[in-house]
């Protein structure tokens, strides 16, 4: 770890991709900048990471450790941790971490979401390996093999659809989500995808690799299973700082302005926290945009402290 700064101009609290890409900005902009990070980005279980121009099958550890590496060189530092609580004051912000507290001048939340899977024993096990969200992360890696599906609500259908893209092997799972609709049934059918209706009640492991899919006694073979998690953005800091929020089709998000302000004076948001849509290029580039946006609002802070001071 770092040596801590005392009074950073950003504090980032989450070093993935969203942090990082900021931090990169801000550091080459020479202000003086601290990523906090615990150290536990989303995509932590997949072997590797894909449609990432230049980066395209590396590592997601491997990453950002490529990204860490880099901001060091601006002068950013790195510190290992994890922030339990943020306060906001008049001057900017403080926060508590494990081993201290550090203030800052604005803070920049970029915690990631984790994801909750269906309660069907071995999901979590082979998460980001046999079982999967993103048909642009991992469709390509399972052409043409037998694709299941494990619905988690009536939006599963897409994404079944939408897979059908990379093989013509789909079974599709209704599962707790219930039966689609007639012309959602018709539209899978039209398409040659299968369905196997039942409660699924586990998957088959062999050798720690999906075979199969139980359902109702029976064992469906698929070589990968697709789902749809309930994404939980890790915003309890911005809850507890009084963010804004909006209720939507997935709950409740913390609200931004375009360049990542949040209504909490000094507090800003980047990432997968604020934004289920953001992988990891999206994620890359909000957070080049949010690290130029921060910079300039502390330009026009720099201009304010500069004015009072000389009167
Ligand atoms: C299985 C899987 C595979 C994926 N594959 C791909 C892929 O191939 N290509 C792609 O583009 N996208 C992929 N994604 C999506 C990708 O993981 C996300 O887009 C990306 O991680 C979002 O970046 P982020 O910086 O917002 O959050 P994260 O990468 O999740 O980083 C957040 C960081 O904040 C830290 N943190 C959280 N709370 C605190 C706290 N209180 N104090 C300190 N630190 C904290 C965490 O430890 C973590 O390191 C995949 C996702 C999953 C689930």
Known sequence: MSQRVEDADVIIVGGGPAGLSAALSLGRARRRVIVVDAGTPRNMGAAHMHGVLGHDGLAPLQFLELGRAEVSRYGVQLCHDEISAARANATGVDVDTRN?????????????????????????????????????CDGWEHKDDVIGVIATSPHSVEQAQLLRQWSERIVYFPHAAGDPSAEASDALARRGIRMARGAVTGLRIDDDEVTGVEVDGRVIAVGVVFTGPTPRPRDALLRSLGAATTDGPLGSWVDIDEDGRTTVPGVWAVGNVVNVRANVPVS??????????????????DIRNARSSSH
Do not use: F, K
């Open 100 to 136: 201290g507290t550090i203030s800052g001048r604005r803070l920049l939340i970029a915690t990631g979401l984790t994801d909750e899977l269906p309660d069907i024993p071995g999901m979590r096990d082979q998460w980001g390996r046999g079982v999967v969200v993103c048909p642009y």
């Open 284 to 301: 890359l580039g909000l957070g080049a945009l949010v690290g130029g946006a921060l910079n300039s609002d502390l330009v026009h802070d």
